[in-house]
């Protein structure tokens, strides 16, 4: 077998922009023939990847995935170059594996997966980002796909008792209350929670609206204007978008009450294709 050197191996990454490991193993398996690794990289599609991989993949989908018990979910962003790729269902069922695989394995290496739906597809694909949601604890999580997959919302529900969360109920309100997220975009589950520095930007625009009034009523008005921005901004406080006359915390409460259950709505992740994070 001849020896492969590091310039062989450098000259068929030029030729082809496949990665170096790639490039190392066909010079390998062409007992180093240059023009037999190429064709070896072109029959795997790894060639053809590399070179879409600086084409734009501004398009996509948002996939989800949640576990038999419902104990833990995930959302995953594929993306592609154009609307139609999107909507092919080949590129559809690559999203959905993806999901379900870094569901049972987080951080596992899929590129090789990734290049063979680029090769069998014809786009550029990338797999952005993906986020658990894993609570800890009597944990329930729930999903919902918008039409389109551009969207999606995982909700968690806990209990600080050890009763099952599972109660029909209790499931079809997640449901509602991840629909109602993706509507809405929330920034955060409560007031408790939105960060500090968002609170200041919003008291410091409040305090220059209500320049000129009297000092007296100064702080009336900036409190009025901050419990505007947390009753439009914290989950809890909003209006139910199917019964504005209940908010979501009004919701919970009520169906918690109706099943007999401790219920809290613990976390959630909104995910939106294209969307700077």
Same mark, same amino acid.
């Given at each position: 077998m001849s020896t492969i050197s590091k310039e062989?191996? =450098?000259? #068929?990454?030029? *030729?082809?922009?496949?990665? #170096? +490991? @790639?490039? *190392?193993?066909? =010079?390998?398996?062409?007992n180093g023939d240059l023009e037999e690794a190429i064709s070896i990289l072109r029959k795997k599609g790894v060639a053809s990847a590399a070179k879409k991989a600086g084409r734009d993949a501004g398009e996509g989908i948002i996939s989800q995935n949640i576990s038999g018990d419902r104990s833990k979910g995930i959302l995953v962003e594929v993306n592609c170059e154009t609307d139609f790729v999107a909507k092919n269902d080949d590129f559809i069922g690559f999203a959905s594996e993806v999901a379900s695989i870094l569901l049972e394995t987080p951080g596992i290496d899929l590129e090789a997966k990734r290049t063979e739906q680029v090769a069998k597809i014809g786009e550029n694909i990338r797999i952005s980002r993906s986020q658990v949601l894993d609570p800890s604890g009597n944990g329930l999580v729930e999903s919902y796909v918008h039409t389109g997959s551009k969207v999606a919302v995982l909700v968690s529900l806990t209990s600080d008792s050890t009763e099952d969360l599972k109660d029909d109920a209790v499931i079809a309100m997640a449901k509602d209350i991840c629909m109602h997220i993706a509507a809405t975009s929330p920034v955060c589950v409560?007031?408790?929670? /939105?960060?500090? @520095? =968002? /609170? &200041? *930007?919003? $008291? @410091? +625009?409040?305090? &220059?609206?209500?320049?000129? $009034?009297?000092p007296q009523a100064i702080d009336k008005i900036v409190n009025g204007k901050l419990d505007k921005y947390f009753s439009t901004s914290c989950l809890l406080e909003q209006p139910f978008v199917k019964n504005p006359d209940q908010s979501i915390g009004e919701l919970v409460q009520s169906v918690a009450q109706e099943s007999g259950l401790s219920l809290k709505v613990d976390q959630f992740i909104r995910f939106q294709v294209g969307e700077e994070v």
């Open positions: 062989d191996v =450098l000259s #068929l990454r030029e *030729k082809t922009g496949a990665g #170096l +490991i @790639d490039c *190392k193993r066909a =010079l390998a398996d062409s409560s007031r408790d929670d /939105v960060p500090a @520095d =968002l /609170v &200041a *930007k919003e $008291k @410091d +625009i409040a305090t &220059a609206q209500a320049e000129g $009034k009297p």
